[in-house]
């Protein structure tokens, strides 16, 4: 699985766009770009994935650049309760049943009143 | 609808002792999977249990072991305790069908704590 690098932690103002960054520069063609947050006292909970083409959701967007070589999560609108740490996971999907995920240390994204 | 559900939410053992965790999947979902999340760190996977058998494992010792019964639901068993075990254990459920999406369903954990 390619490897992915995020910055240890993030402050975004309540209600503005919180833009998380993820680089993944050795992805391979079949991988696909997963996030997953995870609140305080809480499992990881899935977000988002693609694989080249930018995706939208009700919780949030993905931007993949053109080249692949890194992604942005942005939140749109952000409230206090996506306060979390956030993980980019870069995984081919699986033969079978669903694969492992690899977490990495992620982002601690802190939504300031 | 029934998430995916973990006891016990604590526990506290000793060293040496023995120790059972267990899963029920989310309601539809046949594959389960274990990870541990030490403190300050992201989850790693222990292992992944479909049709009853163990399908992949991660890179953890014999002394954890699981179960995966008719229902689906999940143990996780780990002998001989380590201090090193204290960790947040998480069940992951997800559904073969939908494994193309690979998406999986963590419930909220079991906080073990070894003394």
């Known amino acids: 699985d390619a490897k992915t690098t995020q910055p240890p932690s993030m402050d975004c103002a309540e209600g503005r766009a919180a833009n998380l960054p993820c680089n993944h520069s050795t992805i391979s063609g079949n991988e696909y770009v997963y996030w997953y947050r995870q609140i305080h006292s809480q499992g990881p909970q899935y977000i988002i994935h693609?694989?080249?083409n930018n995706e939208t959701n009700e919780m949030a967007s993905l931007i993949i650049t053109e080249d692949r070589k890194s992604s942005t999560l942005i939140l749109p609108h952000a409230t206090l309760r996506d306060t979390a740490v956030y993980y980019c996971i870069v995984r081919a999907l699986p033969s079978g049943s669903a694969r492992q995920l690899t977490f990495g240390s992620g982002t601690q994204l802190t939504v300031l009143p | 609808d029934a998430g995916v559900t973990q006891s016990p939410t604590h526990l506290i053992k000793t060293r040496g002792q023995q120790v059972t965790l267990r899963c029920s999947p989310k309601?539809?979902?046949?594959?389960v999977s274990w990870y541990q999340q030490a403190l300050g760190q992201g989850p790693q996977f222990i292992f992944q249990?479909?049709?009853?058998?163990?399908?992949q494992r991660g890179n953890f010792p014999d002394r954890f072991s699981g179960h995966q019964y008719p229902n689906y639901s999940s143990e996780l068993n780990v002998n001989a305790l380590l201090l090193g075990d204290s960790a947040l254990y998480l069940c992951a459920s997800s559904w073969i069908s939908d494994a193309a999406k690979n998406i999986q369903y963590f419930g909220a954990g079991t906080r073990l704590s070894v003394l």
């Open positions: 693609g694989l080249k």
């Open positions: 249990y479909y049709e009853e058998e163990e399908r």
């Open positions: 309601s539809g979902h046949d594959t």
